[in-house]
């Protein structure tokens, strides 16, 4: 049995016309394979539902919340289905709970665990279609659990590697491109980007793919590309296993991300301990750290330590520090939501000198100021002040060529 996963995002189903039209992109998949279309809400359904939820309560019971929220995608399921059935395609929409898809316990932010094929492919008796609900799962308890933002592609995903088919996430743009074309006009898109570099670029603020995703494909080795829904011609963006070709670029996209905020806590004892008592409160409060920096005072006693995190998580962190503040033992705190982070990004850094020297150049002529430098093997992470943010991405893009 041929099998071929398809992934649709919220536009891509969010009116009659668009789910016509990606309708067309799975009837096409259908006479050489059998499909599984993995489904979004419709484009603004899931904010409707949890506006919705807030009406009743700023914090509504996680369990309760889930089964809200969850809805949208089976609706866009059972829609799709029937549609598909009325132009004489065998298909079927199917829930979370049905197949299943084992997730861990908790709500809101749950991970999958496994996806349980059998079912799926039992159902391939009688159908030449499934239609499954991304962003959702169920639990131990039997109970509905939701996978935050961006999902539905980490379900599609899980569904391809289950079956060990490839899965191709269709959205509302060509592929991926070197960076947002929103932002630089003669960003180009990238026939073909490694696992890494995808990650990297997902996690530093590229919306095209959710980073789970991109880790649950280079983990699994399975075949992932992007697609559009609106162009489905189009050829669209392969990520696969690093390769010499890829190499030749130093660098391959720059990805930004407005949505940081920086805390900065002084005169922090500079000694074994410290940074355990700052950071085990803030990821039981399940808060990701991201950047972390730490200058030492010159008498070698004390540190200023900042780092950055979501922008929507800056409030419950300073609540949280503010409560610890007599075991770390810190002077002062301070924050800052005006900031950005752009990263450049490329497997060719490993073997190519000079990405950082330019970065330093571009930026120091047109006077824009680094706080804080990060960097690996194929990314270099800075962080600004978010007003320079469009200038900053601009500049460098051209500084690499990539436009080239």
Known sequence: ??????????????????????????????KKYKVVAVLSAMSGETD??????????????????????SSGENVSCSLMSIY???IKIKSKSLMSWQIPIFTSDEHMKSRILKVDKNKILKEFNNNDVLLIP?????????????????????????????????????????????????????????????????????????????????????????????????????????????????????????????????????????????????????????????MILQNVSQDGKYANLSFTLPRNDLEKSLKILKKEKSKIGYKRINSSNNISKISVIGVGMRSHAGVAQTLFETLGKNKINIQVITTSEIKISILIDEKFTDLAVQKLHKAYKLHI
């Open 134 to 290: 991304g962003f959702q799962g169920i639990n131990s308890k039997n109970e509905i659990t939701t996978l935050g933002r961006g999902g539905s592609d980490t379900s599609a995903v899980a569904v391809a590697a289950s079956l060990n088919a490839e899965c191709i996430i269709y959205t509302d743009v060509e592929g991926v491109f070197t960076t947002d074309p929103n932002l630089v006009k003669n960003a180009k898109k990238i026939s073909q980007i490694s696992y890494e570099e995808m990650l990297e670029l997902a996690s530093q603020g590229a919306k095209v793919l959710q980073t789970r995703s991109v880790e649950l494909a280079m983990r699994k080795k399975t075949k992932l590309s992007v697609r559009s829904s609106i162009k489905p011609n189009s050829s669209g963006t392969v990520v696969t296993e690093e390769n010499s070709k890829l190499e030749n670029n130093t660098v391959s996209g720059i990805a930004y991300s407005k949505d940081e905020a920086k805390i900065t806590l002084s005169r922090v004892l500079d000694k074994p301990g410290v940074s355990s008592k700052i950071f085990s409160p803030l990821a039981k409060g399940n808060i990701n750290v991201d």
């Open 1 to 30: 049995m041929k099998l071929k996963v398809l992934k649709f995002g919220g536009t891509s189903v969010g009116s009659k016309e668009a789910i016509i039209r990606s309708a067309s992109i799975i009837s096409k998949w259908s």
């Open 48 to 69: 409707r539902l949890i506006n919705l939820t807030k009406l009743f309560s700023k914090n509504p019971n996680p369990y309760d919340y889930d089964n809200a929220i």
């Open 84 to 86: 598909l059935n009325s």
